[in-house]
């Protein structure tokens, strides 16, 4: 796997558990706002009641949620791994604010004072490359 891929897998990661965590959030607020309503009254076409259905629906994304969140840490652990293993302090800086954090570029541009974006662009080029070794030898192992 290429290290932008995998870095980017981690991101992605994270935003999926915050995508379900919203999803949750909803599926409960909507679960206790008609849980008082007549069971008659608000039945589905399914036979189930629409509490019954947001309370099977709030199961099965919480383990959505758990299945996510296994994969995020792992993927955190192996980001850390490779990260601890750079060592050029402003290589480990970009990829953790740009990929770890979640930082746009010129977010990223700022945290480590630079004044354009090739700057970082050529930082983060470089940064790469060197975690593409280190995960070409984890890959080895």
């Given at each position: 796997m290429?290290?932008?891929d995998f870095f980017l897998a981690v991101r992605d990661a994270e935003h999926k558990v915050k995508m379900l965590r919203a999803k949750e959030r909803k599926y409960?607020?909507?679960a206790s706002s008609i849980g008082g309503m007549s069971e008659t009254n608000i039945r589905?076409?399914?036979g189930r009641s629409r509490t019954e259905s947001a309370a099977v629906r709030l199961v099965d994304v919480e383990d959505?949620?758990?299945d996510a969140g296994e994969q995020y840490v792992a993927l955190i652990e192996k980001a850390e791994k490779v990260l601890g293993?750079?060592?050029t302090q402003r290589y480990n800086d970009v990829l953790t604010y740009r990929y770890i954090l979640g930082l746009s570029w010129r977010s990223v541009a700022d945290e480590m004072r630079y004044h354009d974006?090739?700057?970082v662009y050529r930082v983060h080029g470089?940064?790469?490359?060197?975690a593409q070794r280190i995960l070409d030898k984890m890959d080895d192992m």
């Open positions: 290429r290290a932008k409960r607020e909507l589905t076409v399914s959505e949620i758990a293993q750079i060592k974006a090739k700057s470089w940064a790469l490359a060197e």
